[in-house]
């Protein structure tokens, strides 16, 4: 007589300790319901608004407290791009499991998100969610296409040196149905590889629109108004200078997808109906 196979505890699939080193990634699981994993959250955080009540603030963006994670004894760590390969070496130096992800395309944003939810098992309900955006960006789209005039649109990540959107930020205008002056740009990865080097080519290229989006500090639209030459550019002349807040789209996860390209919308359908 053989005996029974001893019975297993249930166990939580995936990490269950998870630090989040950029905003998407916690945004993303809080989305997913499993905020309980995690542990530690970037001080940049604010979507949701409440993480930063319920979770330890253990790293800047190219900064870390390193010691502060380890007591953590985090299953993983998750983070994003080049910028914070010195983080991840660290932590992996010191035996940390660390996935950083380097998304740059809104494609790339859909398998990022999709590959989260199957680690921490809400695969059936990541896909649902992620539906419910590739269906709104689908009408975005749309009513794009019927728009009577789409406007060239300056995105300024930051301002000195200028430097112009990033890919997901240029694929999501074109989506809103404006035109990327510097869509050329868009394709580099590193924001150096993006620096208008010219900056009297952005006065040539005379966008319709500025949106501006400086990553850590508030967008002044009367200092694009008052440089050297712009006065004549459509968007100064026309007032049409615009903030969409870095936390809404230039975090590569939830925000952009939903927020930050339903701002772009608005911008861009507005000018439009003014200018058809």
């Not at 699981?29 to 930063?52: D, F, H, K, M, N």
């Not at 499991?97 to 098992?121: E, G, K, P």
């Not at 200092?223 to 050297?228: K, M, T, W």
Request: glycine share 6%; with cysteine; net charge positive.
């Amino acid at each position: 007589m053989t005996s029974a196979s001893p019975s297993l505890p249930p166990t939580l699939l995936g990490p269950r300790r998870i630090v989040c080193l950029t905003e998407e990634t916690t945004e993303w699981l809080y989305l997913l319901g499993e905020e309980a994993r995690i542990v530690g959250i970037s001080g940049y955080t604010v979507r949701p608004r409440r993480a930063r009540q319920e979770k330890p603030r253990v790293s800047a963006f190219l900064s870390a407290r390193i010691d502060q994670i380890m007591a953590l004894e985090p299953d993983c760590v998750l983070g994003f791009s080049d910028l914070q390969a010195d983080i991840a070496s660290e932590l992996v130096r010191r035996g940390v499991q660390v996935t950083v992800y380097n998304q740059r395309s809104v494609q790339d944003i859909f398998n990022v998100l999709w590959q989260l939810a199957a680690m921490v098992d809400r695969a059936a309900e990541g896909q649902r969610l992620l539906a419910g955006m590739r269906r709104r960006l689908g009408e975005i789209a749309a009513a794009a296409r019927a728009l009577p005039r789409r406007p060239r649109v300056f995105f300024e990540e930051w301002d000195e040196p200028p430097i112009s959107a990033i890919r997901w930020v240029s694929e999501l205008l074109a989506i809103a149905g404006g035109e990327d002056c510097f869509a050329e740009l868009s394709r580099h990865p590193l924001g150096k590889d993006r620096i208008v080097r010219d900056p009297a080519e952005i006065v040539r290229r005379n966008p319709d629109i500025v949106i501006g989006s400086w990553c850590g500090k508030k967008f002044r639209p009367e200092r694009v108004a008052a440089r050297p030459g712009w006065a004549q550019v459509a968007a100064v002349r026309d007032g049409q200078l615009f903030e969409i807040k870095s936390a809404d789209i230039l975090q590569p996860g939830p925000a952009a997808l939903t927020d930050g390209v339903e701002q772009m919308a608005r911008i861009v359908a507005d000018w439009s109906r003014r200018h058809g």
